[in-house]
């Protein structure tokens, strides 16, 4: 099971970092993805970070978001800078080559 966390609401130019922790297996043996769903709009993925540490970005994030592990604390980040209102989303982090259920998600809001 993973769990997203860290969300919360920001102003514009903001920063907020997200915390994607797993329960019952080592996320470090896995590549890990970072999704998010906008309002009326469908899930999209937008980063994630291969098990040899390769990152790979949406185009619309590069340069201001920044996957990251801890596998000490089996966790994967996301990193936020520079937020814009169209960054307003539930994000979501789950294994892109081998999916499992979907968790809640954690409400990110950036105020105009």
């Known amino acids: 099971q993973l769990q997203a966390s860290g969300g919360g609401e920001v102003p514009t130019g903001g920063s907020l970092r997200l915390s994607c922790s797993a329960s019952?297996?080592?996320?470090?043996?896995?590549?890990v993805g970072w999704f998010r769903q906008a309002p009326g709009k469908e899930r999209e993925g937008i980063s994630c970070?291969?098990?040899?540490?390769?990152?790979l970005y949406a185009d619309d994030v590069k340069g201001r978001f920044t996957i990251s592990r801890d596998p000490a604390k089996n966790t994967v980040y996301l990193q936020m800078n520079s937020l814009k209102p169209e960054d307003t989303a539930v994000y979501y982090c789950?294994?892109?080559?081998?999916?499992?259920?979907w968790g809640p998600g954690t409400l990110v809001t950036v105020s105009s």
């Open positions: 789950n294994l892109p080559f081998t999916p499992i259920p």
């Open positions: 019952g297996f080592t996320l470090e043996w896995f590549a």
């Open positions: 970070i291969r098990k040899n540490g390769d990152t």
